[in-house]
């Protein structure tokens, strides 16, 4: 019997899951985030491992988190910023591309005293650093998605983008590691048997 385990690493915890090769949960639970924990946890189970994720799986991971991360802190620097102008009464509306939101706002304060001003100028220096920094990682990730023939066969998928494939490949990583297609769907929460495949 073979036994896979998978770790969720936050700050101050990090949560940790065996399932067997069948799918079905051995162990699960929280341990702090440090190797001395973890090690620990996983010695305790009495199972022995010998894979891990490969180096270009670690990769993706980070490049995606980051970019992941930069999204998020844009869209709440743009609430923030949308929040601030309401003191004034004013609403922007509408979802503008980063470029026009910018220049929207620039204008828009230009009219308020010095200091609400400058404050929210700060702001928009942030948004735009994050959008260079954004700029920065698709260029990344759209240069690997060019050179990797996975990545190229799963974007002939409609809808699917070099984030989605990346994001597809990451968290597959080798698939000769999985015996059964079922034992693969599980890791996206899915269950093989509900899925319809169509021929033809």
Known sequence: MKYYSG???SLKETFISIIDEKGLTVKEG?????VESISSY?????LTYDEIGSDESCQLKVLLGSRRQLVTNRQQLKGTVRGL????GIKLGGKAASES???????????LDPISCGSISALLES????EE????LDKILSALGQKDEDCQRLMTVPGVGAITAMTYKAALDDPGRFEKIGNCWRLYGSD?????????
Do not use: M
């Open 7 to 9: 770790l969720d690493v």
């Open 30 to 34: 929280f341990v702090p985030t440090d």
């Open 42 to 46: 996983l010695k305790e189970s009495g």
């Open 85 to 88: 102008l309401k003191i004034y």
């Open 101 to 111: 939101f910018e220049i929207r706002v620039s204008q828009v304060i230009s009219t």
């Open 127 to 130: 948004l735009k650093a994050i």
């Open 133 to 136: 920094s954004l700029t920065k």
């Open 192 to 200: 093989a048997s509900a899925i319809c495949f169509r021929g033809g």
